[in-house]
């Protein structure tokens, strides 16, 4: 197995969390706070999205997807366009009020435009630094195992969450 196939396999792992996380989830449901500083569903899910589509399309060099496809207008947030959800504060959290549909429609073009770069990526590509402010300087290898981290972890807290919910 490539490196490329383990990594539309690792994404494809998130994409089957990702629905799982959500299926049959009412809108109060995906916003339910464990307490009023926590994490809701609908914004875990939607924060990493926005983490893999923000750092997919810079290692790609395009557009992101959440403007390119007017996703930002769909969502309608009261954020900044580039806001990706990191140091959100709990009334940010709390404003991330969508339904499973919308989120899954934006994950599913994320994943879509994830899997179509990654999938032909080569050995030399992986080597190749996308930031050099580190010691050492992050690869792109590094770059995407960082986001399927990010977002396996963002993915969890939400199932968790979930559970919490369905007692």
């Known amino acids: ?10 994404f494809g792992r998130i994409r ?16 339910y706070r464990v307490d ?6 609908a914004w ?10 923000d750092h997919l399309a810079d290692a790609a060099g395009t557009e992101q997807v959440w403007t390119a496809e007017g996703w930002l207008e ?9 806001a990706t959800g990191y140091g959100a504060s709990p009334e940010e959290v709390a404003a991330v009020r969508v339904g499973r549909d919308l989120l899954t429609g934006y994950y599913d073009a994320v994943h879509g435009r994830t ?3 990654v999938a032909n990526l080569t050995e030399s590509d992986l080597a190749r630094i996308v930031d050099p402010n580190w010691n050492p300087p992050v690869t792109l290898a590094v770059r995407l195992v960082s986001v399927v981290g990010d977002d396996l972890q963002h ?10 919910v369905r007692r």
């Open 36 to 41: 009023r500083d926590a994490n809701t569903i």
């Open 16 to 31: 089957e969390l990702v629905h799982d996380v959500v299926r049959d989830l009412s809108e109060q449901q995906l916003t």
């Open 44 to 53: 875990l899910v939607w924060h990493l999205t926005r983490i893999q589509d």
């Open 1 to 10: 197995m490539s490196s490329a196939e383990i990594l539309v396999d690792a």
């Open 74 to 82: 769909r969502f309608g947030l009261p954020f900044d366009p580039g």
């Open 115 to 117: 899997v179509a770069y």
């Open 155 to 164: 993915a969890g807290q939400a199932a968790f969450v979930r559970g919490i």
